[in-house]
């Protein structure tokens, strides 16, 4: 497709499990970004990555939560041991080299924690 | 550091009222400016973007905003709301070297009547 694609897009677990999410993004963009949106804390940074590089880690909560890339092209999100705290709506945006070029966002995965 | 501040959690008009949706930005480098509209269950959707080109900047759906710097302002109008408008909208800043990460508000729920 031509839209960075998530999946899925709805998963609901039990606190504790643990959880991935995946993102495709758009071929041929080098930039990937990761985003939170919550009710109490809105749309958060997560990590981005250039190819399969993590420059900034920065807004990862915690250490349960991890990323990685591989190939330059897909994503994965894990959550370990996860917390209702985590419920949430993750969104995965990818975009081309320079930051004047437009970050395009997918769907988005909406996580529900029991 | 940067920041974003929507005034007015929600905005709402009559369909065919002019629509202004207030950004102010905070920032220690020239920013990059953003719109994004988000509808239900879906994720964001690029309105326009200011990159250090023309101040008065023209996006999809008849939208536009006006940089302007003095005001640290980057506010979002249309002429005329259309039904199809109401939608969340957000604003982000980032800054205009290498990747950078958007900052986002909080949004801003607009509501149209007929």
């Known amino acids: 497709g031509a839209g960075v694609s998530q999946s899925p897009s709805n998963k609901v677990t039990e606190k504790g499990k643990d959880v991935e999410l995946r993102c495709d993004p758009i071929?041929?963009?080098?930039?990937l970004y990761w985003y939170r949106q919550s009710l109490g804390q809105g749309l958060e940074f997560l990590i981005y990555?250039?190819?399969?590089?993590?420059?900034?880690k920065s807004g990862l909560p915690s250490d349960r939560f991890s990323a990685e890339r591989t190939g330059g092209s897909v994503s994965t999100l894990t959550i370990q041991r996860t917390q209702q705290e985590d419920s949430a709506v993750y969104l995965c945006a990818s975009s081309y080299t320079h930051s004047n070029q437009p970050q395009h966002f997918g769907d988005g995965t909406r996580l529900s924690i029991l | 550091a940067q920041s974003v501040t929507q005034l007015g959690s929600h905005v709402s008009v009559s369909e065919g009222a002019l629509v202004l949706l207030r950004c102010n930005y905070s920032s220690s480098v020239p920013p990059y400016l953003f719109w994004y509209v988000q509808y239900p269950n879906q994720g964001l959707q690029l309105l326009l973007k200011y990159t250090s080109a023309a101040t008065l900047v023209k996006g999809i759906n008849g939208f536009e905003a006006e940089f302007k710097k003095s005001e640290t302002s980057f506010h979002l109008t249309k002429p005329s709301a259309h039904m199809s408008d109401a939608a969340e909208y957000f604003c982000a800043v980032s800054g205009n070297t290498g990747f950078q990460k958007l900052v986002f508000g909080t949004g801003t729920r607009l509501l149209v009547s007929p």
């Open positions: 990555f250039q190819g399969n590089s993590a420059p900034d």
């Open positions: 071929s041929g963009h080098t930039a």
